[in-house]
């Protein structure tokens, strides 16, 4: 309380040696080591197939790495499946096509975001207590969707059902957001939209935010820290001013040598 | 490209096209060898024969005169036998509506507890489906005795077969991203069941549904063939008592019958779809 800015300086992630193969021939990740602070909007940058799903997916435990540690608040969360339900609950996700449940209505899409903290037993029968439903309406109410609490998912355009995706991720009330190209399936303005709505709430309540992005420009505009990952290596790592033409270019088109080189 | 090697590559581009089409016309024509040696050999075996039809209609013919003109006033009688018949139907297709969602969930691959529950399911359901209405009949009459209740059980078993096999495919199919969102939440197994699989096929369950029913209204009008209550009973007795006058009126009520239900049916499902 006394130093405020302590937290900004406290480690929220770190990431060592971490790689994913899938058959021992087909490598996504390939030795990761990174550190993130808490509260930081942090964008990774690469272009299809560099292996940035597959690293936010080992973070939230969705993909099991091959090899490697991941530690949370300084506690360690690989390897040990016993608490993964509390794990998973403590990242929220975003993805590239929203994955609402197009069915169910936008309230109940929000309220899934608490399902971790209740039991099985109790969501049997579809009803959620009354503290998790102010939560959700809260956190509606955050992206301005909360007059369409209602309506089924599927009526939404694309632009207001990611918001409603960031409410669900909200109602998690994670340490970490981890967004999975949020805004490939946007248009420019509503990307934006969507990208200012993320950095803003993520700020407003201290979240930190790990953000895959194939896009340069969204980049330069929104992160605080860009890692850019090309071929499940991370080959840059500092801040918008640093990221030059050169540096775009090793992230996007590496030399053809050295990639043979690789996949031997 | 230079318009020499241009010409090269349309060239050898036709080439292959000539390749392909006649690999499949050779294809073509040995599927076609092989499915006229199966049927032909198939009814050498079944004892085809137009003879026999020709020869047979003087026959029909005498059955048919022998039916006609069905006897109306019979239908007062078939009232109940009716009502019987849809209320069998509706019951065993209750019953394998509820039985059907267990066991739908158990033999789907993405939510089977285990992969050799999801195979031993999938065996029971093909068991089930392979076993005739009539034949679960025969059992239950013996088991329960005669009446409608046997019929009920035998439509149960049967339609619970057709209805878990066409649910679990139907959560096979689910959108995967779905699932995704809500595992990533942290929520437990059954929760993305209740929240991410079953919103997802329930209209496609309800539809199924609908349609077993009117499949089971068609099967209860044969089930008293075995003794197990309905319109077929009365029509396996006015048959052995040569009442051909009744026997008509049960194929006309039956006819009427699977006509309404189907339209109510169809309707249904086009509500829900």
Redesign the interface.
């Known amino acids: 309380m006394l130093m405020p800015n302590a937290q900004n300086t406290t480690t929220m992630l770190s990431v060592r040696g971490l790689t994913k193969s899938y058959g021992g021939t087909i490598h996504a990740l390939r030795g990761i080591d990174m550190e993130v602070k808490k509260g930081e909007f942090l964008v990774i940058l690469g272009p299809s197939g560099a292996g940035k799903s597959t690293l936010l997916r080992c973070l939230?435990r969705?993909v099991e790495p091959t090899e490697g540690q991941i530690f949370h608040n300084d506690v360690q969360i690989t390897g040990n499946r016993r608490n993964?339900?509390?794990?998973?609950?403590?990242?929220?996700?975003v993805?590239q096509?929203f994955?609402?449940?197009?069915?169910?209505s936008v309230l109940?899409n929000v309220l899934?975001?608490r399902?971790?903290y209740?039991s099985?037993w109790r969501?049997?029968f579809?009803n959620f207590p009354q503290e998790d439903k102010r939560i959700a309406i809260e956190c509606l109410a955050r992206v301005n969707m909360d007059h369409k609490a209602f309506q089924r998912a599927d009526t939404l355009s694309g632009g207001e059902q990611q918001r409603v995706?960031i409410a669900?991720a909200l109602a998690?009330q994670p340490t970490v957001i981890?967004a999975d190209e949020p805004v490939a399936s946007l248009d420019p303005k509503i990307a934006r939209q969507v990208l200012t709505y993320l950095r803003e709430v993520a700020h407003e309540l201290g979240i930190t935010v790990l953000c895959n992005l194939h896009q340069v420009e969204y980049t330069r505009e929104y992160a605080e820290r860009i890692v850019g990952m090309s071929k499940g290596r991370i080959v840059f790592d500092g801040t918008g001013a640093e990221l030059t033409d050169d540096v775009i270019h090793r992230i996007y088109y590496r030399d053809p040598d050295e990639e043979t080189a690789e996949e031997k | 490209m230079t318009a020499v090697s241009f010409e090269t590559a349309v060239s050898a581009g036709l080439a292959r096209e000539a390749q392909v089409r006649h690999r499949r016309y050779i294809k073509q024509a040995v599927w076609g060898a092989i499915a006229i040696a199966v049927l032909w050999y198939a009814a050498h075996q079944i004892k085809f024969s137009p003879y026999a039809v020709a020869a047979g209609v003087p026959f029909m013919w005498d059955f048919l005169t022998r039916l006609f003109p069905p006897d109306l006033s019979y239908m007062s009688v078939l009232g109940s036998a009716t009502i019987e018949t849809i209320q069998i139907a509706i019951w065993g297709t209750l019953l394998a509506i509820i039985l059907s969602i267990p066991f739908s969930l158990l033999g789907a691959r993405n939510t089977t507890p285990h992969i050799i529950v999801f195979h031993a399911t999938r065996v029971f359901l093909n068991a089930l489906r392979a076993i005739n209405e009539l034949v679960f009949a025969l059992i239950f009459v013996s088991a329960v005795g005669l009446g409608p209740f046997a019929g009920v059980l035998a439509i149960a078993l049967h339609a619970t077969g057709m209805l878990a096999k066409f649910v679990a495919e139907e959560i096979e199919s689910v959108d995967k991203g779905q699932i995704e969102a809500q595992l990533s939440t942290g929520a437990s197994r059954m929760q993305v069941i209740l929240f991410g699989v079953i919103p997802q096929v329930i209209p496609s369950f309800v539809g199924y549904s609908i349609y077993r029913l009117d499949v089971s209204i068609r099967s209860a009008t044969v089930l008293g063939l075995v003794g197990a209550g309905g319109l077929g009973f009365s029509l396996i007795q006015t048959m052995k008592l040569f009442k051909y006058h009744q026997t008509a009126t049960c194929i006309l009520v039956i006819f009427l019958l699977v006509l309404v239900s189907d339209w109510i049916c169809g309707k249904l499902r086009r509500k829900v779809i």
Do not use: K, P
């Open positions: 939230n969705l993964l339900r509390a794990v998973r609950r403590d990242f929220g996700m993805f096509q994955n609402l449940v197009r069915r169910l109940t899934t975001g399902l971790a209740r099985s969501s049997l579809y995706a669900r998690q981890l």
